[in-house]
T-cell receptor, first 114, second 113 residues
């Protein structure tokens, strides 16, 4: 049981480039989310999904797209990278069954946009 | 919308001393409250959570937290800090029926030998 995995661990992009951050979980969790972590600001929710085919925006969705074609995968796409998107990105998942609400986090992707 | 404030950006304590990290939240209904710990270069690990019931909750690694509704607080405590506790600590608030969470800005803990 690998939990939540993210690739790549590190990435450097030039302004205007696009890329996809990958996230996968093997716990059959319905809920998946993407956060960005910036110094002094904690984690901020970008997008989330409550199941395959269903996504919604969080606090800071601009410049990012997501899709959820399977329960396991929840990729985050940067359409045209900007220096303001330099951050550490975390994917998380949780079950919607019961009342646990505990989110399991991946190890993160450190993105630098130059 | 829910929000979380962690008033202390950085705290330094001596090994063996007690620790209290502060967390204040803003939410209209009964909040679901969490403390996470992040070691350098790592993801977040859940320390403990509060949904209802006993307002003093026990977590992993010897941590506990107390929910005080009248003060809108959920402070994290540990009676005796170990050098391995040096990390960043995040308080988060969620809502029933909604898995979205709002995080505080974090408190960085340094442990002096």
């Amino acid at each position: 049981n690998a939990g939540v995995t993210q690739t790549p661990k590190f990435q450097v992009l030039k302004t205007g480039q696009s890329m996809t951050l990958q996230c996968a979980q093997d716990m059959n969790h319905e809920y998946m989310s993407w956060y960005r972590q910036d110094p002094g600001m904690g984690l901020r929710l970008i997008h989330y999904s409550v199941g395959a085919g269903i996504t919604d925006q969080g606090e800071v969705p601009n410049g990012y797209n997501v899709s959820r074609s399977t329960t396991e995968d929840f990729p985050l796409r940067l359409l045209s990278a900007a220096p303001s998107q330099t951050s550490v990105y975390f994917c998380a998942s949780s079950t919607l069954a019961g009342s646990s609400y505990e989110q399991y986090f991946g190890p993160g992707t450190r993105l630098t946009v130059t | 919308a829910q929000s979380v404030t962690q008033p202390d950006i950085h705290i330094t304590v001596s090994e063996g001393a007690s620790l209290e990290l502060r967390c204040n939240y803003s939410y209209g209904a009964t909040p679901y409250l969490f403390w996470y710990v992040q070691s350098p270069g790592q993801g977040l690990q859940l320390l403990l959570k509060y949904f209802s019931g006993d307002t003093l909750v026990q977590g992993i690694k010897g941590f506990e937290a107390e929910f005080k509704r009248s003060q809108s607080s959920f402070n994290l405590r540990k009676p005796s800090v170990h050098w391995s506790d040096a990390a960043e600590y995040f308080c988060a608030v969620g809502a029933k029926g909604n898995n979205d969470m709002r995080f505080g800005a974090g408190t960085r803990l340094t442990v002096k030998p």
